[in-house]
C-alpha cells in the first residue's frame, strides 16, 4: 500500500537537477512557489508551464511519476475550481445564472488558473522531492534552520531528530508489516467489517508498534550515549552541502523567471 | 602486563530494586591489556548490566571501576567512553545513521575529529570490514551481519583501546557471526585492542583468553576457556552451548569409552581418536 505513494519518494539519476545543492532545490521550490501568483494572464502561465517542462526534462524522470503526483489530489483541485467557477463574482459575459450561482467569463478562466496553480505547484514539489534524498533534505533544513539559533531554537536536535525519523521510516515500515502478518496469522481481519471493527482491528497493530518503538529508541540512546553523544554543540559534520556553479545559474534563470512574468503581467 | 581495567567490588541494583535484591554483587576483577575476555552466564545473570556499568551507562551503587588509570566518575565518564566502543546485540537499534557512511563517522562527530580525517578514517575503517562498496547504502538494504560489521567499523573508525561485545553476534547467522569475529581478530592483531565479549557462543568464548562466569550477579568462576569448558555438561547451565568435542566426549563416555577428563580443542580430540584407534 505504500508503495503507490509518491509523495516524499526519491528516484536515483544523474542528471543536472539531481546534482544540485539540496539548499538551492528547496528554497527555489518555495519561492517558485511564491512567484506561481505573480500570474495572472494566459502568457504569464505559458512561461511558467514551460519552465517547469524544461526542468523536468533536465531532471530525466519519467513524466508518469508527476501525473501520478496530481492524480491522487485531482479530487480537490477540481473540488476547488468548481466552487470558484460556480460561486465566483460575476464578471464579462455571464452564460449561466441560477440563484447563487453564476457561471461567468471571468469565473471560468479563475477556475482554469486555480487548476494551473495546482498542477504547477504538484509538479515542482514532486521534482523537488523525486530528485532529492531524503537525507539531503534533512540537511538542507537543517541549514535553513540555522538564524533560529539566534532565538535559542535547537537546530542540531530537530536536524538529529529528523534524520533519526527518517532513517527509520523504511524500518518501522517492515516491522507493520511484520506485524501486521503476526495478527493476521493469528485471525486478526485488518480493512474487514464497519469503521468501529477496523478501528478495533488497528489496536493489536498499533500497541506493539508502539512499545517496540520505545524500546527502539532505549536501545538507540544508549548506543549513541556509548559512542560519545553529548549533543549538537562540539561536533564535526560528516556530510557538508556544496553550494556549486549550478546552483547559482539555477537561481539566476529564477531571478529571470520572476523579471519575465513581472514584465507580462497584466 | 598492565591492567586496562580494574574492577573492585562493584555493587549495582536497578533504581526499581530494594536495597538487599542487587543485580550485581561485589564483583571484583580486572582485563590486562590486549586481553580476549569472554563474560558467560545465562539470561538475567547480569552481564549486559556489568558491561553498562564498565563505560557509565550505568552508575554503580558502590564500588570503583578503573580504566586505563583513571578512576570512572562524572568527570571522567566522557573521557573514558572515548576508550570504550561497545557494540549491542540488535544491529537495527544502534545505527544511527542515515547511511553507512554517516554511521561510521557518527562516533568521530562526536569526538569534533576534522572532516578531512575523518573521511579517510571512515574509508580506511569501512574497507577493513569488506563494507567499501556499501557506504552510501541505508540501513533498510542491508543484512544483520551487515549492519554488525558497519557497527564494528565504527568501532575501528573510533579507534577505542577496549571493545566489548554485548552479545553482538546473538541475532546473526553462523556466516555472520564467523565474519564479525575474523574481523575482531583482525582489529586484534593491528592493534592493542582489549576485547570483552559478552557471550552465549561457544566458538566466541572459545577465542577467548579467558572465560569470567557469572552467575546470578555473582562472579563465580574465572579461568581460561580449556578450564571452563572442562565442566562438561554444566555449561549448559552457565548459558553457554557445549564445544563439540565436549558433546563427542559425552557421548563416546555413554557408549563406555575411556575419555581424558581435561578439555580438548577439536583438533586435540581428533589427535586423541586416532591414538586410541592406533593402540587397538
Request: with cysteine.
Amino acid at each position: 500500500m505504500m508503495n503507490k505513494l509518491i509523495f516524499g519518494r526519491y528516484i536515483p539519476g544523474d542528471s543536472l537537477i539531481h546534482h544540485m545543492d539540496p539548499r538551492a532545490k528547496l528554497l527555489l521550490s518555495f519561492y517558485f512557489i511564491g512567484i506561481i501568483f505573480i500570474a495572472n494572464n494566459w502568457q504569464t502561465y505559458i512561461v511558467l508551464f514551460a519552465f517547469t517542462l524544461l526542468a523536468i526534462m533536465l531532471s530525466g524522470v519519467k513524466w508518469s511519476f508527476f501525473i501520478n503526483g496530481v492524480k491522487p489530489l485531482i479530487w480537490l483541485i477540481l473540488f476547488t475550481v468548481l466552487l470558484q467557477v460556480l460561486f465566483s463574482a460575476s464578471g464579462g459575459h455571464v452564460y449561466f445564472h441560477w440563484g447563487i450561482i453564476t457561471i461567468s467569463q471571468l469565473g471560468l478562466i479563475n477556475g482554469v488558473y486555480i487548476f494551473c496553480r495546482f498542477v504547477l505547484i504538484i509538479f515542482m514539489s514532486t521534482l523537488l522531492t523525486l530528485t532529492t534524498p531524503p537525507l539531503e533534505l534533512s540537511d538542507a533544513i537543517e541549514y535553513i534552520l540555522m538564524p533560529l539559533k539566534a532565538v535559542k531554537f535547537p537546530v542540531y536536535e530537530v536536524a538529529l531528530m529528523l534524520s533519526i525519523a527518517l532513517r527509520f521510516v523504511p524500518t518501522l515500515m517492515d516491522e507493520t508489516e511484520k506485524i501486521m502478518n503476526a495478527q493476521r496469522a493469528r485471525g486478526v481481519d485488518f480493512g474487514e467489517g464497519n469503521i468501529f471493527q477496523q478501528m478495533r482491528a488497528i489496536v493489536p497493530l498499533l500497541i506493539p508498534l508502539f512499545v517496540s518503538s520505545f524500546n527502539r529508541a532505549e536501545d538507540l540512546a544508549t548506543a549513541m550515549e556509548a559512542r560519545g553523544y553529548q549533543g549538537g554543540e562540539g561536533r564535526s559534520k560528516f556530510r557538508i552541502l556544496k553550494w556549486q556553479s549550478r546552483d547559482t545559474w539555477a537561481t539566476l534563470s529564477f531571478v529571470a523567471l520572476t523579471v519575465v512574468l513581472v514584465f507580462l503581467r497584466g | 602486563m598492565s591492567q586496562i581495567i580494574d574492577v573492585a567490588h562493584l555493587n549495582y541494583r536497578y533504581p526499581q530494586q530494594s536495597a538487599d535484591d542487587l543485580t550485581l554483587k561485589d564483583i571484583s576483577f580486572s582485563v590486562a591489556a590486549g586481553e580476549w575476555v569472554a563474560i558467560v552466564g545465562h539470561n538475567g545473570s547480569g552481564k549486559s548490566t556489568l558491561a553498562k556499568n564498565l563505560n557509565g551507562l550505568l552508575a554503580p551503587a558502590s564500588g570503583t571501576i578503573t580504566v586505563d588509570g583513571e578512576v570512572l566518575s562524572e568527570d571522567t565518564v566522557w573521557n573514558i567512553r572515548k576508550k570504550i566502543g561497545m557494540v549491542f546485540q540488535n544491529p537495527d537499534n544502534q545505527f544511527v545513521g542515515a547511511t553507512v557512511a554517516d554511521d561510521v563517522a557518527f562516533g568521530l562527530e562526536n569526538q569534533g575529529v576534522p572532516r578531512d580525517e575523518m573521511l579517510a578514517r571512515v574509508a580506511a575503517a569501512l574497507k577493513q570490514v569488506n563494507m567499501s562498496d556499501f557506504a552510501t547504502r541505508e540501513p533498510a538494504r542491508l543484512s544483520g551481519g551487515q549492519k554488525q560489521r558497519v557497527a564494528l567499523a565504527g568501532m575501528i573508525a573510533a579507534q577505542p583501546q577496549i571493545l566489548i561485545l554485548d552479545e553482538a553476534t546473538s541475532m546473526l547467522d553462523p556466516r555472520g557471526r564467523a565474519e564479525v569475529l575474523q574481523t575482531i581478530q583482525a582489529m586484534k592483531v593491528a592493534g592493542n585492542l582489549t576485547v570483552l565479549s559478552i557471550t552465549h557462543d561457544i566458538d566466541e568464548a572459545a577465542s577467548a583468553n579467558r572465560v569470567l562466569v557469572v552467575n546470578d550477579g555473582e562472579l563465580k568462576e574465572e579461568g581460561t576457556p580449556a578450564e571452563i569448558f572442562r565442566h562438561g555438561p554444566e555449561l549448559i547451565k552457565m548459558g553457554l552451548d557445549m564445544p563439540y568435542a565436549e558433546r563427542l566426549k559425552a557421548a563416546l563416555k555413554r557408549q563406555g569409552v575411556q575419555v581424558p577428563a581435561d578439555y580438548l580443542t577439536e583438533k586435540g580430540m581428533a589427535d586423541w581418536l586416532w591414538q586410541l584407534s592406533s593402540n587397538k
